[in-house]
């Protein structure tokens, strides 16, 4: 049963915001896990030093390294694909470039990371990929292709846990939403006009985000399949 035994978790995008407090939560419920981050090497090895976890340099954008270090991992309970880019403005300005690298790091990837994890994953083992409520609301302008990447994580999910269901294996998507990190800090200019969308106003800290993760993860929710998870204090209400 995952998560009730001692287990190896591989956590895509674990040195900053959610992905460190994941990387936090399973460690300190005791948890073999392994972490990637794509630049941040100090606080990637000061969170392995501190927790006890392995932090790998992997851009999630290398599909080749990607399949290559999780099939080097062997046997993986739990897979969370949380590496994510925000890229936001007037789609007419834009870069193309960087629209496309968003999608390659926020689709391509967590559907390769997810193929390559259920090779090599147990029976129940658990997939979670971290979406946004964006996929589901999206009130203001500027984030569309970010918001495209997340709902194409609904679909992902949904066709994954029909394909790896016979396994007892079981994929979701955590749906946060404003979420005190570098990414969307908590004293950032937009704040008031995020708040105004949500029925409780204030972003959500990053453990709240690992808790859900680690529910899932749980025997609880070993028949919780294909599901959105949504955490963001009313926003796409
Ligand atoms: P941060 O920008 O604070 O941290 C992103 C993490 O992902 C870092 O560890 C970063 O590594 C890693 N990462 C980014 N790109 C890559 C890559 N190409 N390869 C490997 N690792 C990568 O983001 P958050 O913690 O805020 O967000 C985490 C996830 O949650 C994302 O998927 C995001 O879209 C989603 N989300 C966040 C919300 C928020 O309000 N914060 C709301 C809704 C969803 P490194 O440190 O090396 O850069």
Same mark, same amino acid.
């Given at each position: 049963?995952? #998560?009730?035994?001692?287990?190896?978790?591989?956590? *895509?995008?674990? @040195?900053?915001? %959610?992905?460190?407090?994941?990387?936090?939560?399973? =460690?300190?419920?005791?948890?073999?896990?392994?972490?990637? #981050? =794509? @630049? @941040?090497?100090?606080?990637?090895?000061?969170?392995?030093?501190?927790? !006890? $976890?392995?932090?790998?340099?992997?851009? $999630? +954008?290398?599909?080749?390294?990607?399949?290559? +270090?999780?099939?080097?991992?062997?046997?993986?309970?739990?897979?969370?694909?949380?590496?994510?880019?925000? /890229?936001?403005?007037?789609?007419?300005?834009?870069?193309?470039?960087?629209?496309?690298?968003?999608?390659?790091?926020?689709?391509?990837?967590?559907?390769? +990371?997810?193929?390559?994890? =259920?090779?090599?994953?147990?029976?129940?083992?658990? %997939? %979670?990929l971290?979406g946004?409520?964006?996929a589901d609301?999206?009130?203001?302008?500027?984030?569309?292709? #970010?918001?495209?990447?997340k709902a194409a994580l609904t679909g992902m999910v949904k066709? *994954?846990?029909?394909?790896?269901?016979?396994?007892?294996?079981?994929?979701?998507l955590?749906q946060?939403?404003?979420?005190?990190?570098? &990414?969307?800090? +908590?004293? !950032?200019?937009?704040?008031?006009?995020?708040?105004?969308? &949500?029925?409780?106003?204030?972003?959500?800290?990053?453990?709240?985000?690992?808790?859900? /993760?680690?529910?899932?993860? !749980?025997?609880?929710?070993?028949?919780?399949?294909g599901?959105a998870?949504?955490?963001?204090?009313?926003?796409?209400?």
């Amino acid at each position: 049963m995952p #998560y009730s035994q001692p287990q190896s978790v591989l956590v *895509l995008g674990g @040195s900053r915001g %959610i992905g460190a407090a994941i990387v936090r939560r399973f =460690a300190s419920d005791g948890a073999r896990v392994t972490f990637t #981050y =794509a @630049s @941040s090497a100090a606080p990637a090895l000061e969170l392995a030093e501190q927790t !006890g $976890s392995t932090a790998l340099q992997l851009d $999630s +954008a290398d599909r080749q390294a990607l399949t290559s +270090a999780i099939e080097g991992l062997g046997a993986i309970d739990v897979v969370v694909v949380n590496a994510g880019v925000f /890229v936001g403005g007037d789609p007419l300005e834009l870069d193309a470039d960087a629209v496309d690298r968003l999608f390659t790091i926020n689709v391509n990837a967590p559907y390769h +990371a997810a193929v390559s994890a =259920a090779r090599q994953m147990p029976d129940g083992g658990r %997939i %979670i990929l971290i979406g946004s409520t964006n996929a589901d609301r999206v009130p203001m302008p500027g984030v569309a292709a #970010y918001s495209a990447s997340k709902a194409a994580l609904t679909g992902m999910v949904k066709g *994954l846990a029909r394909d790896f269901g016979p396994r007892g294996i079981t994929v979701n998507l955590v749906q946060p939403g404003p979420t005190d990190t570098d &990414m969307n800090p +908590a004293d !950032g200019p937009l704040n008031d006009l995020m708040h105004s969308f &949500m029925a409780i106003k204030r972003h959500a800290r990053s453990e709240e985000v690992a808790g859900m /993760v680690a529910w899932l993860s !749980g025997s609880e929710a070993r028949l919780v399949t294909g599901a959105a998870l949504t955490l963001d204090g009313g926003f796409a209400a």
